[in-house]
């Protein structure tokens, strides 16, 4: 991992230290990668929204050639977790940008209090996506956790950073890991106790439990009863769905946070931390470096992209099979994957920024990304008023790939609204909530 | 929320004449002493293998010495202690950050990268000295979250103290409310199973097709949540036997596998739902204390006095109650689900509240009246040493009571823990008198303070504890 990534990072040393980045031209590469990675967020998120889970259990283990199925693998192979990532790393470049940007000033806030008051505020924000705009996928809770880790480390070398980013998401590999092993390991208990079984021998308690406990892994599938009272509770008013929704998101920031986020977004905000040292997101390296970038990343990522999808995730509706062939998981590479396919995406973002053939895009991705965090939150809350049952109550009545054009209706309005907010004033509104909480003072809004 | 200092409203809170001379708040070492080292009477009955099984059947027979030290010990201690630590952690936030005044800049950078060590620390007394009740991860974490308070007025943080305990308040009651929605639930269910029993008898009677009689999955599985949570409740000692046949397990591999789920959960699920009030509550507490000069003889000590008595005979009482109601919840749980709309512990967070404020008073009483100086001076020795002291205690616990090490987990009675726990404490009392006299700070202290001052070059002479604090500079 670490040496297919340094023919593209190497040449990079040198110009970066040249002098600082034309300002208007730094911010707008950056956020035209954030406007892509929030918008790209949004197609991972739509099925949280909008469908019940068991639609990719039916997928899988339904026909190969439907619009839903390729869908599912389109999104899979290319998206899965890299828009998050983009969107993490440039969480973190972001956090070296706000301290970056501030001078400490006799009299004034230390920068240290500004930074942790502002994640304050984002965990706080977090906290009401989640239980009051009803978002149970919401990732800013996650963010403003790992935020808070990340200070010490703004001044860091690039290859440090990459170093410990690169071990966050080995961390996360290893657990899924550990996980394969203990499925192996049921299945291996269940085969012995099978064998056993057959030889005539009467089974031990542990044995019997062994065998009960595997076939009820193997012969999981989702209930339905469970869905239809998933279906009607997200259908039905805010209350309701508030507490169908409370255990999950309880649930999520406990255990997610413990034993998901802080390898997965922290690792990638490392990454991302150290590629903004190099230079790559603020216009720096050369085109050459780029399109390095664009093919390193697609030629690693979208093969192993593919791997996990067709071996991995539809393998795996076969558990007991899949046990029986592979002895390491292919999610083992997920990260493998995203690391690279956001590496590509974003090389290819550069390239099109460089080539200047879409200026109108550019500019209206700039300004979404810009207001990326009332963009976050607006997807909330478009999408939980559309699907929900206080507002449309859509939920579970489109098919899979019928979820996009709600995306893409999603992704025309924020491309359109960013733009002519931003003409008239200085920052999206929960942009200019988020700053005025952060120094207590009430900031100027209009241009 | 936050306080903003371009306002310039941060007067208020500073002290009006200098702090006084001594390097370093006695009363806070000694509060830090004591609470750490009494913390142990507590956590003996996890290290010792002294179950909440026994502890409650202790309850249900409600006589004998057994269950009288037991109830003293739970009323006079346990979480009191844990509260006390916190309330002098949030102190020394503030002190911390202000001591290293010659580099403000410096001082939050220093705190954040200590906090991120003791998080290690933490990490390493749960899954490596397996000591599952660690507390060092949720203070370095604490510290990381709160940091941004420590520039409040006193004011705001007492009001962050009272809601957050108020909060605390709210999360015990919610997690009865489960509890109550569960049985109603049940109670639906049972009811509809009578009503298909009684149709499908009827309908037999006439001969004629089966109505739908058979209970949903869904509704199978709502019976079974109440039933789960009853049988939870049942007070049997007989549940520790699993459990103890893993703890006295030889090899370290196997313990630390039986015990990595409970570290785990105590990490995340405890400080979500539970951990993140219970400490905010009182760091908070500390932190306003400390900027009202409450450690440092603001009041006179008849005043310290009256105002001990006060909070612990407040504390008592509610604690009296919360332990007759657990009684009673215990000897049949779905009838005193049915009576009370509150559960047993409620109060609780209030109750510790009161009594930590009662014992710092109390202690600051001491001190100042030169009470039993002689044994203070031992435990404000200790209370300089609290980290490695406390790691200190988990290394000789667990090696004591583990089964790899001399396997006494369970096999003592309460008293003899107690013992044990005394002993403990002995032995930490004398180390402390005499490592400090050698040295400026404990070996884990030390260690802690190497790595976050790391190479940097700000000279070891504006450590914590060593300068007339400038206040204004933070406040």
Same mark, same amino acid.
């Given at each position: ?62 026909? /190969? ?193 413990? /034993? ?19 230079? $790559? $997101? ?47 998981? /292919? ?13 590509? /995406? ?80 200085? $920052? ?20 | ?45 996890? @290290? ?6 026994? =502890? ?38 503030? #002190? ?9 800049? @410096? ?25 599952? !009740? ?45 509890? +109550? ?20 008898? *009827? ?7 089966? *109505? ?11 019976? =079974? ?22 703890? !006295?397990?030889?090899? %370290? ?14 990490? *995340? =699920?405890?400080?979500? =739902? ?21 450690? !440092? ?5 008849? +005043?310290?006095?009256?105002?001990? #008595? ?14 007759? %109601?657990?009684?009673?919840?215990? !000897? ?26 009662? %014992? ?91 790595? %976050? ?23």
């Amino acid at each position: 991992m670490d040496n297919s990534l340094e023919p593209s990072m190497q040449p990079v040393e040198t110009p970066v230290n040249a002098g600082p980045v034309q300002a208007a031209d730094r911010i707008k590469t950056i956020d035209i990668i954030r406007g892509v990675g929030l918008l790209g967020i949004l197609l991972m998120n739509i099925p949280g929204f909008g469908i019940d889970p068991s639609v990719y259990d039916s997928m899988r283990r339904g026909l /190969h050639n439907t619009t839903d199925f390729y869908t599912l693998k389109v999104v899979s192979i290319f998206f899965e977790g890299t828009m998050r990532g983009l969107f993490s790393m440039l969480f973190g470049a972001g956090m070296i940008l706000f301290t970056m940007n501030k001078k400490e000033m006799p009299g004034a806030v230390p920068v240290v209090y500004l930074y942790y008051r502002r994640l304050l505020w984002l965990l706080f924000f977090g906290v009401i996506n989640a239980y009051v705009l009803l978002w149970w996928g919401d990732i800013l809770f996650f963010y403003a956790l790992c935020g808070m880790l990340l200070y010490t480390f703004r001044n860091s070398s690039p290859k440090l950073l990459l170093f410990l980013g690169i071990l966050c998401l080995s961390i996360a590999s290893l657990k899924t890991s550990l996980w394969h092993n203990e499925t192996r390991e049921s299945r291996h208990n269940y085969l012995e106790a099978v064998a056993a079984e057959k030889a005539g021998k009467k089974l031990t308690s542990e044995q019997k439990e062994a065998k009960a406990s595997w076939l009820e892994r193997e012969n999981w599938r989702p209930q339905p009863e469970r869905i239809e009272q998933n279906v009607t509770q997200m259908r039905s008013g805010y209350i309701a769905v508030f507490n169908h929704l409370l255990p999950r998101n309880a649930d999520d920031e406990t255990w997610g946070t413990y /034993h998901w986020a802080i390898w997965d977004c922290l690792g990638m905000m490392l990454i991302g931390m150290a590629l903004f040292r190099w230079g $790559f $997101f603020s216009n720096n390296l050369t085109t050459k470096d780029y399109t390095m970038g664009l093919l390193v990343g697609y030629g690693i990522g979208i093969p192993v992209g593919w791997l996990i999808f067709t071996r991995g995730q539809l393998g795996m509706a076969n558990i007991a099979q899949y046990v029986d062939t592979y002895r390491v998981n /292919h999610f083992v590479l997920y990260d493998v994957k995203r690391v690279f396919l956001s590496l590509g /995406h974003a090389s290819l973002i550069m390239l099109i920024f460089r080539s200047r053939i879409v200026p109108w895009l550019m500019k209206a991705l700039a300004s979404v990304g810009q207001m990326a965090f009332t963009n976050y939150l607006m997807q909330s809350i478009i999408c939980t008023l559309y699907f929900h049952g206080y507002g449309l109550g859509n939920y579970n009545k489109l098919s899979y790939h019928q979820l996009y054009y709600v995306v893409l209706a999603v992704w025309i309005f924020q491309l359109i609204f960013s733009p002519v907010w931003l003409h008239y004033y200085r $920052f999206g509104p929960f942009e200019w909530l988020w700053r005025s909480l952060t120094y207590w003072k009430k900031q100027p809004m209009k241009k | 929320m936050i306080t903003s200092s371009s306002t310039g409203d941060h007067d208020t809170e500073i002290p009006k004449s200098p702090l006084p001379s001594y390097s370093r708040i006695e009363s806070l070492d000694v509060i830090r002493g004591v609470a750490v080292l009494g913390a142990l009477f507590v956590s003996i009955w996890i @290290f010792g293998g002294f179950s909440n099984q026994q =502890q409650n059947q202790l309850l249900v027979i409600s006589k004998g010495w057994n269950y009288r030290v037991y109830g003293a010990m739970e009323l006079l201690l346990d979480g009191k202690m844990r509260a006390l630590i916190a309330i002098v952690f949030g102190a020394a936030m503030i #002190i911390f950050l202000n001591q290293t005044s010659k580099a403000t800049v @410096f001082a939050g950078e220093l705190f954040i990268r200590r906090q991120m060590w003791l998080i290690l620390f933490g990490l390493i007394n749960a899954f490596v000295f397996l000591w599952t !009740h660690d507390l060092l991860f949720h203070l370095g974490i604490m510290g990381i979250l709160l940091f941004p308070f420590v520039r409040m007025s006193y004011r705001g943080l007492f009001i962050a103290a009272i809601l957050t305990t108020l909060i605390y308040c709210g999360k015990n009651f919610w997690n009865y409310a489960d509890k +109550k929605d569960r049985y109603q639930k049940f109670l639906s269910v049972t009811a509809l199973e009578k009503k298909y029993e009684k149709d499908s008898i *009827a309908l037999g009677a006439k001969g004629t097709v089966k *109505a739908k009689d058979t209970l949903t999955k869904l509704e199978k599985q709502d019976k =079974q949540a109440w039933e789960g949570t009853l049988a939870n409740m049942k007070v049997d000692v007989k549940k520790d036997e699993g459990n103890i046949k893993a703890m !006295h397990n030889l090899s %370290y591999g196997k313990t630390w596998n039986h015990l990595l789920e409970k570290a785990q959960s105590r990490e *995340a =699920q405890w400080t979500y =739902q539970f951990g993140i009030w219970d400490l905010a509550s009182m760091i908070f507490l500390g932190m306003a204390l400390y900027k009202t000069r409450f450690f !440092h003889n603001r009041f006179s000590s008849s +005043k310290y006095f009256i105002i001990a #008595i006060v909070c612990i005979a407040a504390g008592l009482l509610l604690g009296w109650f919360r332990l007759h %109601y657990l009684q009673v919840s215990l !000897h049949d749980f779905t009838k005193y689900i049915k009576g009370n709309a509150v559960p047993h512990d409620i109060f609780f967070p209030i109750e510790r509240a009161l009594l930590a404020l009662g %014992y710092a008073c109390l202690l600051i009483f001491f001190l100042s009246v030169n009470f039993l100086s002689g044994i203070w001076t031992a435990f404000s020795s200790a209370g300089k040493l609290a980290l490695s002291n406390y790691l200190l205690q988990s290394l000789i616990c667990t090696i004591f009571f583990y089964g790899y090490g001399m396997g006494y987990y369970a096999r003592l009675s309460q008293f003899q823990l107690y013992i044990v726990a005394a002993e403990v404490i002995l032995v930490q009392l004398v180390l402390s008198v005499i490592w400090l006299k050698y040295y400026k700070r404990g070996p884990a202290e030390w260690l802690l303070h190497k790595l %976050y001052y790391g190479h940097d070059a700000i000279p070891d002479n504006h450590t914590p504890g060593n300068a007339n604090p400038p206040v204004t500079v933070i406040s």
